[in-house]
């Protein structure tokens, strides 16, 4: 809450005339006394200097040690047992008797004829004469001329400039800037919408701040600051300048001299006798002896008794036992154990350290003005103009000095006449005056 500002107020001084005329009928009434000097009524608006006494009120805050109780998880494994029926099958094995029909072989030897006809070819060779005509190749060498030109290689060294781009390292400096910084908790307060609220109170000792005499508050609804105070975890920076060195490779560019083998080629011409061969072909006449071979076909009787096995179906009853399963389910009861984990809640005790906002109304002294009417004489001439006098004189309340005023008449208090009554001004109300809440 602002505090009044207690600023020193001069008292107002107004005078109200009426500027001299050179007139011998005024307008304004004028009363005469005793002695037959002529007064001029005035009416002046004087301001009072009061003081009064407002509280203000400040707030101090402070941190007290308060005990709480926490609870943390504490996990315990324990074992438990779970009773379940389970269905165990049993099987037993009977044997009934079953009566069936099987058809068994009988294999019985037989001799089947299988004689056969075998033929037998006989071959006979025999030799005829054969003329024919073959065309036997003459082979001759002969000679001849040729000529072809001949490119014979020269090789010649010559030097080509190549340039090539070699990347060398540099090494320099950057400086970088780290933030090192952490996170710090902070206090911060909030206010609402509203400065104050209502909120409840319990009972508890306050002092009075009208007289600092410490009293018993009751329990309930009191008009409280509307603060909200919350710890926020605020970063801290802290910035750091490391050099850290950094390789960069820097591109130039290199020629140097390469040697290159040049080939060009010279052309000569080559004269020289080629030996080539003809052929021509002459017919003979040759006799040769053709063999040939004749086949004659010869048939043989093979008598061949072959033995056969031969197989009989014979039918006959069978009785035989067969085994058969039957399943019974029989019922059981088991018991299982399972490990469980169970959390449980420890408490534990902590002190944390609570902010709280202590009221305290502390008196302040502030003046103001509360305005009054005078009605003040002023002696005028025969013509209704004020007398002049060389001492003015000021009126003041409370001692406050005002600047005296130049060409002003002498104001004195009116006596009142039983003959005349002058018209009293009605003095306003509507003035302002500040009104001292001792609640603020």
Partial sequence: MKAFKCVP??????????????????????????????YKLVYQTVYDQKQATCYRVEYQKTCEQRQETRYRPVWETEIRESRYTVRRPVIETSYRDECYTVSRPVWETQLRDCSYDRVRYVQETAAREERYTVMRPVWETKMRQECKIARRPVYETAYRTEYCTQMQPVTTCKTVYVDQGCYVPQVVQERGCFKNRLAWQGPSYAADPSNCVVRYQKPGLYWVPNIKTTVQQVWRPNVIAQQIPQTTYVSRTVAKQIPVQVCRYREERVYRQVPYKTCRMVPEVCVRKVPYTTCRRVVERVERKVPVQVCRIVTEQVNRKVPVQTCRMVCEERVQKTPVQVCRMQPYQVTVSVPRCIEKRVPVTYNYLVPRVVCCRIPVDPCGNPIETAVPTTVTANKVPTAPIEEQPVLRPLKPLESETPKQPVPQKDVYAPRVNPSI
């Fill in 9 to 38: 107020l001069l008292v107002l001084f107004t005078i109200v005339g009426t500027a001299s005329a050179q007139v011998c009928c005024p307008d304004v009434a004028c009363m005469t006394c005793e002695i037959g000097q002529a």
